[in-house]
């Protein structure tokens, strides 16, 4: 398997900017995982969902950013308009339901100036 | 609420000494423990775990035991190398909680020749 992939590894964009990061899970996976990684905060859980359904989406800063899956094979986080403190490395990471380790894709890291 | 804390970095450390990197946490019931660890420029990697009190989750010369008594998950290895170089996250999962994870910093370890 290819493992987790995201696109694309480098975004750079102006702010005001729309902003569509892209993951495809593991096959067979059905926990899906969206990621920020900052100096300042760390890592945080932004939303994740369970075949395709959000469970849990406290973790989203604020409404210029959404995610969708619109099916088992593929998810997108949007931030619309971007901000320069939207700047971070961006994870998806999957799971199989009954496991214990999510499997994390390489990261998009996004530069909005 | 629930929380991981991990001792700040960066660890720097000579080859083949020995490593703790120092975990604790604060949770209700008794979570999960893990240790992930990121490479320059990749994504986490699960690298341990211990599901239950006095379990000793190990791989890759890496080990931890989950102590209740002490609420900590300690890491350490006898001899590390070069190519162990990366942050290590300390993370804990609730039961119930459809395998959401809460992570601590990340301690960055340096190891020279």
């Known amino acids: 398997d290819a493992g987790v992939i995201q696109s694309p590894r480098h975004e750079v964009t102006e702010m005001g900017q729309e902003v569509t990061l892209r993951c495809k899970p593991i096959s067979g996976h059905d926990y899906l995982f969206w990621y920020r990684q900052t100096m300042m905060r760390g890592l945080e859980l932004l939303i994740y969902f369970n075949n395709n359904v959000p469970i849990d989406d406290s973790g989203m800063p604020e409404d210029r950013f959404s995610a969708k899956m619109p099916n088992a094979s593929f998810s997108t986080l949007k931030i619309q308009p971007s901000e320069p403190r939207d700047s971070a490395v961006y994870f998806c990471a999957s799971m199989a339901g009954g496991q214990y380790e999510q499997y994390f894709g390489p990261g998009t890291r996004l530069t909005v100036t | 609420g629930n929380s991981v804390t991990q001792m700040e970095g960066p ?16 949770a209700t019931g008794y979570p999960s423990l893990f240790w992930y660890v990121q490479y320059p420029g990749e994504g986490l990697q699960l690298l341990l775990k211990a599901t239950k009190a006095d379990d000793k989750g190990s791989n890759k010369g890496f080990e ?9 998950f300690h890491l350490e290895k006898g001899s590390v190398q070069v190519s162990d170089s990366a942050v290590y996250f300390c993370a804990l999962r609730l039961p119930g909680t459809a395998s959401k994870l809460t992570f601590g910093t990340g301690t960055r370890l340096q190891v020279t020749l």
């Open chain 2, 64 to 72: 931890a035991t989950y102590r209740k008594e002490t609420t900590s």
């Open chain 2, 11 to 26: 660890v720097t450390l000579s080859e083949e000494a020995f490593l703790t990197i120092n975990c604790t946490y604060t």
